[in-house]
């Protein structure tokens, strides 16, 4: 199988979605009132900015939008080469050099961001103070302090404070899940397995990727898609850490990081596992293994997101065995509404992509697993 890097794997996603920018999204009488633009020459529903594109999950979070019926107008950045990049990518978005110009643009409804995770949250409380949505790369919020500041600012102005979770959102098998635990395809769930392998590529991390205090550790950090997912499956609105573990146990180069963390979690719905590293080894033809188990009272689903080393190409595999016996799902045609029904939401003021508590739940759990997490040592 061809290797895939998550780099490529994103700028890939970002630019069918530009792609489709220009195509109508919605059928019906909706049709011809949803544009999206890719040379600012038709209004989109709603407008939006960026402030940071630190990491490329900027791509399919603009991507996103813009299927949504989303409008992108600005960015802001301050790093010149990854500017250089966004701007090729989005040539209809004017380059700022202040947050200001987009924060102060009464025009702009809400903002995007994939800047260093410690500033996310930050970031977003002057968003919505601003008046303004906030979509977020995760982790969204790293600390305790940070979740209780952005819970007030988002109570008091009414305003979106949602985390791209694109484990479930951008993944199609994952959403194909949701639908089929929905429909009671394997019963009541009683557990998720998650799993979150990546690949390291030391040459190409910046400075900030090396220290817990700017991303979170890895609990928060690549954790946090896992918790968005145990309570999503498991229905469950409420949550305690059971245990947790986290430590560097193979790269000495860098004392403070943490290549390996492993949690147990329990809900009113439901319990889970999840692991998480920085093993992918170099022979794997993509960046990282991630799979979900959910196991429900009739039968259990297995999602191989990303590859499928048995030997199907491609990824969003879904397994389903039950009372039938066992199947593999196609989920090539599956439609990914996260966008479109974020957009909706800024314009009703509903929460029909995610509910702002189960946003809120999954910075929490996560938070309070790393903040608990025993420590391991190579």
Same mark, same amino acid.
């Given at each position: 199988?061809?290797?895939?890097?998550?780099?490529?794997?994103?700028?890939?996603?970002?630019?069918?979605?530009?792609?489709?920018?220009?195509?109508?999204?919605?059928?019906?009488?909706?049709?011809?009132?949803?544009?999206?633009?890719?040379?600012?020459?038709?209004?989109?529903?709603?407008?939006?900015?960026?402030?940071?594109?630190?990491?490329?999950?900027?791509?399919?979070?603009?991507?996103?939008?813009?299927?949504?019926?989303?409008?992108?107008?600005?960015?802001?950045?301050?790093?010149?080469?990854?500017?250089?990049?966004?701007?090729?990518?989005?040539?209809?978005?004017?380059?700022?050099?202040?947050?200001?110009?987009?924060?102060?643009?009464?025009?702009?409804?809400?903002?995007?961001?994939?800047?260093?995770?410690?500033?996310?949250?930050?970031?977003?409380?002057?968003?919505?103070?601003?008046?303004?949505?906030?979509?977020?790369?995760?982790?969204?919020?790293?600390?305790?302090?940070?979740?209780?500041?952005?819970?007030?600012?988002?109570?008091?102005?009414?305003?979106?404070?949602?985390?791209?979770?694109?484990?479930?959102?951008?993944?199609?098998?994952?959403?194909?899940?949701?639908?089929?635990?929905?429909?009671?395809?394997?019963?009541?769930?009683?557990?998720?397995?998650?799993?979150?392998?990546?690949?390291?590529?030391?040459?190409?991390?910046?400075?900030?990727?090396?220290?817990?205090?700017?991303?979170?550790?890895?609990?928060?950090?690549?954790?946090?898609?896992?918790?968005?997912?145990? !309570?999503?499956?498991?229905?469950? %609105? *409420?949550? /305690?850490?059971?245990?947790? =573990? $986290?430590?560097?146990?193979?790269?000495? +180069?860098?004392?403070?990081?943490?290549?390996?963390?492993?949690?147990?979690?329990?809900?009113?719905?439901?319990?889970?596992?999840?692991?998480?590293?920085?093993?992918?080894?170099?022979?794997?033809?993509?960046?990282?293994?991630?799979?979900?188990?959910?196991?429900?009272?009739?039968?259990?689903?297995?999602?191989?997101?990303?590859?499928?080393?048995?030997?199907?190409?491609?990824?969003?595999?879904?397994?389903?065995?039950?009372?039938?016996?066992?199947?593999?799902?196609?989920?090539?045609?599956?439609?990914?509404?996260?966008?479109?029904? !974020?957009?909706?939401?800024?314009? %009703? *003021?509903? /929460?029909?992509?995610?509910? =702002? $508590?189960?946003?809120?739940?999954?910075? +929490?759990?996560?938070?309070?697993?790393?903040?608990?997490?025993?420590?391991?040592?190579?």
């Amino acid at each position: 199988m061809k290797r895939i890097t998550r780099r490529k794997l994103l700028e890939t996603s970002a630019s069918v979605a530009a792609g489709l920018a220009t195509v109508s999204l919605f059928p019906g009488a909706a049709t011809a009132a949803v544009h999206t633009s890719t040379r600012g020459n038709r209004r989109g529903r709603i407008r939006i900015g960026v402030i940071g594109i630190s990491h490329g999950h900027i791509y399919g979070m603009v991507g996103a939008a813009v299927r949504g019926g989303a409008e992108l107008v600005s960015f802001c950045s301050d790093e010149p080469e990854l500017a250089a990049a966004f701007s090729k990518r989005f040539p209809q978005a004017k380059a700022v050099h202040e947050e200001r110009e987009i924060l102060e643009d009464r025009s702009i409804q809400m903002v995007l961001s994939s800047i260093v995770p410690d500033q996310r949250a930050p970031l977003g409380i002057r968003v919505m103070q601003h008046g303004k949505d906030y979509m977020s790369d995760k982790p969204g919020i790293i600390t305790p302090e940070q979740l209780a500041h952005v819970r007030r600012v988002q109570a008091e102005s009414g305003k979106i404070y949602s985390i791209c979770f694109s484990e479930r959102f951008e993944n199609a098998a994952t959403v194909k899940a949701g639908e089929l635990v929905t429909a009671g395809a394997i019963g009541k769930v009683v557990q998720t397995v998650g799993l979150g392998p990546h690949r390291i590529n030391p040459p190409d991390r910046p400075a900030w990727f090396w220290e817990p205090g700017r991303y979170g550790g890895i609990i928060c950090d690549i954790g946090s898609h896992q918790f968005d997912q145990f !309570l999503f499956f498991t229905g469950s %609105n *409420r949550g /305690e850490i059971v245990a947790s =573990q $986290a430590g560097n146990v193979h790269h000495p +180069e860098h004392p403070h990081f943490q290549d390996f963390g492993d949690v147990m979690v329990r809900g009113n719905g439901g319990t889970g596992y999840i692991r998480l590293d920085w093993f992918t080894p170099a022979g794997l033809p993509t960046w990282g293994d991630g799979r979900l188990t959910i196991l429900g009272t009739d039968g259990y689903i297995e999602l191989r997101k990303y590859v499928d080393i048995g030997g199907r190409e491609g990824g969003n595999h879904l397994f389903i065995a039950d009372a039938k016996g066992v199947r593999h799902v196609d989920c090539k045609d599956v439609d990914l509404p996260y966008g479109r029904l !974020l957009v909706d939401d800024v314009l %009703n *003021r509903t /929460e029909t992509a995610m509910p =702002q $508590a189960h946003c809120f739940l999954a910075a +929490e759990l996560a938070i309070q697993a790393q903040r608990q997490a025993q420590r391991l040592t190579g």
